[in-house]
């Protein structure tokens, strides 16, 4: 009963702030998101009987506290729809930064759900399985069903689900993620998201938001998806940041992107930037412009790293495991 799984993190398109069931992790409203490829989590599982208690490693770190109760919601809820009681080792590694900003809860949690699926013997759809993966993250539900991804809200499996959307321009996008290393807490800033005076206006207008991103996907509007991207960016930092606690998670590196990718523009370049609860940045563009754009950052002396759209999570071979 072993397994092991890859899944790409996402970058939030129309990202959704708050969560309104803390057990189930379900949103207050849908969202939008793309899988980054190459970067990946893998993970490998197994469930091993004559192991005396679970046992979480991501990166070479064993995982205790409020991240193995993560781990432990989305491993206990797949040995209970298993008729399974025995331990798991759980391995999981990451091939890109973490915890900057780059989605990789997202990816780790889908890798997760999906390996622990196949390890318990369970037949279950995409779909199906991202709403195991949501009891970890909320986004690594998108993360499961991979490319451009609509997770819908709702107060139950059946309801809160994520499913792929058809887009014909997927094959022509390019991001280049701009790595600015500051840690950030993305549950925190969760979990005081309506302790906002800012979050009821959020509320307000997301939904027309979500319209017009359909509109533009189902359309193949590159300009115009990236274009409600980047204004959706703007406003959920300006949800996190009059929270409680303040977040603010740009820093100066942050601005010089977005002052740089406003500068391609007026140029003629198709270009836009985006984030989620961190300082790094994506930057959206096409296959015929990532050039001069990744260029660009790079000339801030900010790092990056080139990616383009990322399929499902997917299962490995045994060659695959981590052990």
């Known amino acids: 009963m072993k397994a092991t799984a890859t899944a790409h993190p996402i970058q939030g398109l129309v990202k959704y702030h708050g969560i309104r069931d803390r057990d189930l992790r379900t ?25 005396a208690e679970d046992e979480y490693v991501v990166d070479g770190d064993i995982v ?17 729809r298993a008729g399974l009681e025995r331990p798991v080792r759980v391995e999981s590694e990451n091939s890109f930064p973490t915890n900057v900003g780059f989605g990789s809860s997202a990816s780790g949690f889908a890798a997760l759900a999906t390996a622990l699926v196949e390890a318990a013997d369970l037949d279950l759809t995409h779909p199906e399985i991202s709403t195991i993966a949501r009891r970890g993250s909320t986004s690594a539900a998108r993360a499961v069903t991979g490319g ?3 997770l819908r809200a709702g107060s139950n499996d059946t309801d809160c689900r994520s ?5 014909d321009f997927a094959e022509d996008v390019r991001i280049v993620g701009a790595i600015i290393p500051a840690y950030k807490e993305t549950e925190a800033a969760h979990a005081e998201a309506e302790d906002s005076h800012m979050f009821e206006g959020r509320l307000a207008h997301v939904h027309e938001q979500l319209a017009d991103m359909r509109d ?13 991207a980047e204004h959706d960016t703007l406003s959920l930092a300006a949800t996190t940041m009059t929270g409680p606690t303040g977040w603010i998670y740009w820093q100066p590196e942050t601005l010089e992107v977005f002052e740089t990718v406003r500068e391609l523009r007026a140029e003629g370049v198709p270009v836009y930037f985006s984030g989620d609860t961190g300082a790094s ?3 959206n563009t ?9 260029s660009a950052i790079s ?17 490995r071979g045994a060659e695959a495991a981590l052990f």
């Open 163 to 167: 499913e792929r959307l058809d887009v």
């Open 299 to 315: 000339d801030l002396g900010i790092g990056t790293r080139r990616w383009k759209v990322g399929g499902p999570a997917r299962l």
């Open 148 to 150: 451009f991804s609509d």
């Open 281 to 283: 940045i994506y930057v």
């Open 64 to 80: 205790d506290g409020r991240g193995a109760e993560r781990i432990r919601a989305v491993v206990d809820h797949v040995r209970e």
């Open 216 to 228: 533009a996907l189902g359309r193949g509007d590159f300009e115009r998806t990236f274009e409600i």
């Open 286 to 294: 096409t296959v015929d412009h990532v050039d001069r754009v990744e």
């Open 27 to 51: 949103p207050y409203h849908d969202s939008i998101s793309l899988c980054t490829a190459p970067s990946n989590s893998t993970t490998t599982v197994a469930f091993e009987p004559d192991r």
